[in-house]
């Protein structure tokens, strides 16, 4: 049974089975598009316009080279987060869980996931809400999960339904048809694949509606409706042919074999079977062509055709064979991508490090030079230079003293208020309001203390001069 999985940008979909991943996209031309990308982020200059690039990018090579996928979108996720890039953040959330989902790491792609939403509930995006919950359904029923699965689905269908989100409708529908067939429970399944079909008519894609008539063949064939699954299950196969689904039209054409063997038709069901087998072996489809050569094994058995029972069940020990090497590199690519995150996610602690650091040496610095600074004032207020400048000179030690204790609250009041910006200007106009005439009072003081300081310093001189005078006129 396939799922629907959401886009992750406007445009591009992918339809999925359970147990194979297949891209309906050309890898040819996924190639291009991130060599194009590439050039344009080698000279972009605006830091919003690279996050976009570098999430493009990751998406355009995730199939392929899932490592550079993994460590470019975390790039853009970081950088997004620096420079409050919001949209930014949460698509880079979201094709980072792509990813992880496409090599089979799950509980990571959840994760991600589960951040985008937790960033998307702050939103007013419901297109986005309703993608990203979607999306995690989507990662419960590859876990098989399928309750689970079908809670944030069902959410999903809320918004979209209250919004009326088009682009969604028949997805939501299909997916929710297919976590209900998963279950067991045809009926609930076949509503919603029949509500899925209403809307791909109405659309008029062929290939939505092959994919729906396939879903509900699925039904009928459970509830031994043979009639109704043979119709089902020979329009869909006209529908997906016309529309080049490759993926699906091996899962129908195998239903197709499954019902005709049901049905004691042994010649069609073989007929069937192998129509499946050649499509999945010239696209690659590893599991549907396992399925259907253990379906001519099931088939020649039945039929008592020994020999080419036996030529098939090695082609199933050959196919298991392949399947079980794609699981175990599947294995070393998940230990390898929570590596890979590990290590990414250590350099930009190690970044965030430096620079709070760097910030600390600043503060610090900034810290010992305003006493210096008061006290060059005091030692500048006993020289015969002009008042003005000593008037300058204390009115800017001031400044810096005041400035620096703002500079030291405002970090203290974001995590106070959670960057709650009303809260925010509501703590600063009260620091305000006492620093103010705070600043006022101890400039007048300040400036009072060195005008009489500079006095003092002035009448002592005065007073030595009068001194020495006096010496000089008593010896003459």
Request: proline share 2%; net charge neutral.
């Given at each position: 049974?396939?799922?629907?999985?959401?886009?992750?940008?406007?445009?591009?979909?992918?339809?999925?089975?359970?147990?194979?991943?297949?891209?309906?996209?050309?890898t040819?031309a996924?190639?291009?598009?991130?060599?194009s990308?590439e050039?344009?982020?080698?000279?972009?200059?605006?830091?919003?316009?690279?996050?976009i690039?570098?999430?493009?990018?990751a998406?355009?090579?995730?199939m392929?080279?899932?490592?550079t996928?993994?460590?470019?979108?975390?790039?853009a996720?970081?950088?997004a987060?620096?420079?409050?890039?919001?949209?930014?953040e949460?698509?880079?959330l979201?094709i980072t869980?792509?990813?992880?989902?496409?090599?089979?790491?799950?509980?990571k792609a959840?994760?991600?996931?589960?951040?985008?939403?937790?960033?998307?509930e702050?939103?007013?995006?419901q297109?986005?809400?309703?993608s990203v919950?979607?999306?995690?359904?989507?990662?419960?029923?590859?876990q098989?999960e399928y309750?689970?699965?079908l809670?944030?689905?069902?959410?999903a269908?809320?918004?979209?339904?209250?919004?009326?989100?088009?682009?969604?409708?028949?997805?939501?529908?299909l997916?929710?048809?297919?976590?209900?067939?998963?279950?067991?429970m045809?009926?609930?399944a076949?509503?919603y694949?029949?509500?899925?079909?209403?809307?791909?008519?109405?659309l008029?894609?062929?290939?939505f509606?092959g994919t729906?008539?396939?879903?509900?063949?699925?039904?009928?064939?459970?509830e031994?409706?043979?009639p109704?699954a043979?119709?089902?299950?020979?329009?869909?196969?006209?529908?997906l042919?016309?529309?080049?689904?490759?993926d699906?039209f091996?899962?129908?054409?195998?239903?197709l074999?499954?019902?005709?063997?049901?049905?004691?038709k042994?010649?069609?069901?073989?007929?069937?079977?192998?129509?499946?087998?050649?499509?999945a072996?010239k696209?690659g489809?590893l599991?549907?062509?396992l399925?259907?050569?253990?379906?001519?094994?099931d088939c020649y058995?039945?039929t008592?055709?020994?020999?080419?029972?036996?030529?098939?069940?090695?082609q199933v020990?050959?196919?298991n064979?392949?399947i079980?090497?794609r699981?175990?590199?599947?294995e070393?690519q998940i230990?390898?991508?929570?590596?890979?995150?590990?290590?990414?996610?250590?350099e930009?602690e190690?970044?965030?490090?430096?620079k709070?650091r760097?910030?600390?040496?600043q503060?610090?610095?900034?810290?010992?030079?305003?006493?210096?600074?008061?006290?060059?004032?005091?030692?500048?207020?006993?020289?015969n230079?002009?008042?003005r400048?000593?008037?300058?000179?204390?009115?800017?030690?001031?400044?810096?003293f005041?400035?620096?204790?703002?500079?030291?609250?405002?970090?203290?009041?974001?995590?106070?208020?959670?960057h709650?910006?009303?809260l925010?200007?509501?703590?600063?106009?009260?620091?305000?309001?006492?620093?103010?005439?705070?600043?006022?009072?101890?400039?007048?003081?300040?400036?009072?203390k060195l005008m009489?300081?500079?006095?003092?310093?002035?009448?002592r001189?005065?007073?030595?001069?009068?001194?020495?005078?006096?010496?000089?006129?008593?010896?003459e």
């Amino acid at each position: 049974m396939i799922i629907f999985l959401t886009g992750l940008h406007s445009g591009v979909r992918y339809f999925l089975t359970l147990i194979f991943l297949c891209g309906i996209y050309n890898t040819y031309a996924q190639k291009q598009k991130a060599d194009s990308l590439e050039k344009l982020l080698t000279t972009a200059v605006n830091d919003t316009t690279k996050v976009i690039l570098m999430w493009q990018m990751a998406d355009a090579v995730s199939m392929y080279q899932p490592d550079t996928a993994l460590k470019t979108v975390q790039q853009a996720l970081f950088l997004a987060k620096r420079i409050k890039y919001t949209e930014g953040e949460s698509r880079s959330l979201g094709i980072t869980a792509e990813v992880f989902r496409k090599i089979g790491n799950y509980p990571k792609a959840l994760d991600f996931n589960l951040r985008k939403l937790k960033l998307e509930e702050t939103r007013q995006n419901q297109y986005n809400l309703a993608s990203v919950l979607m999306n995690i359904g989507i990662v419960y029923v590859f876990q098989e999960e399928y309750r689970e699965g079908l809670k944030y689905y069902f959410q999903a269908d809320s918004i979209i339904t209250t919004y009326n989100i088009e682009p969604f409708k028949y997805h939501i529908a299909l997916n929710v048809g297919d976590a209900y067939y998963r279950l067991n429970m045809p009926d609930s399944a076949y509503n919603y694949f029949n509500k899925s079909l209403q809307i791909a008519r109405q659309l008029g894609d062929g290939d939505f509606i092959g994919t729906s008539m396939t879903g509900l063949a699925h039904c009928y064939l459970t509830e031994d409706d043979y009639p109704f699954a043979l119709l089902n299950y020979q329009t869909a196969l006209k529908y997906l042919s016309a529309a080049n689904d490759d993926d699906i039209f091996c899962e129908a054409a195998l239903g197709l074999s499954r019902l005709y063997k049901r049905m004691n038709k042994m010649d069609s069901a073989i007929h069937y079977a192998g129509i499946s087998l050649s499509v999945a072996k010239k696209d690659g489809f590893l599991t549907h062509e396992l399925d259907a050569t253990e379906m001519l094994v099931d088939c020649y058995k039945e039929t008592r055709n020994i020999d080419s029972a036996f030529t098939y069940m090695q082609q199933v020990y050959k196919l298991n064979d392949a399947i079980n090497s794609r699981d175990k590199i599947k294995e070393v690519q998940i230990i390898s991508s929570n590596e890979q995150l590990r290590q990414v996610e250590r350099e930009e602690e190690k970044r965030i490090a430096l620079k709070e650091r760097s910030q600390q040496l600043q503060l610090l610095f900034i810290g010992i030079f305003i006493p210096i600074f008061f006290a060059l004032t005091i030692i500048l207020s006993r020289i015969n230079i002009p008042i003005r400048v000593i008037k300058g000179l204390g009115i800017v030690s001031l400044l810096f003293f005041f400035e620096y204790l703002t500079l030291l609250l405002h970090p203290y009041v974001l995590e106070i208020t959670h960057h709650t910006p009303l809260l925010e200007i509501l703590i600063f106009v009260v620091i305000a309001a006492i620093l103010i005439p705070a600043h006022h009072r101890m400039e007048h003081w300040l400036i009072e203390k060195l005008m009489d300081n500079r006095s003092k310093v002035h009448n002592r001189k005065l007073k030595l001069l009068k001194v020495q005078q006096e010496d000089i006129n008593g010896n003459e």
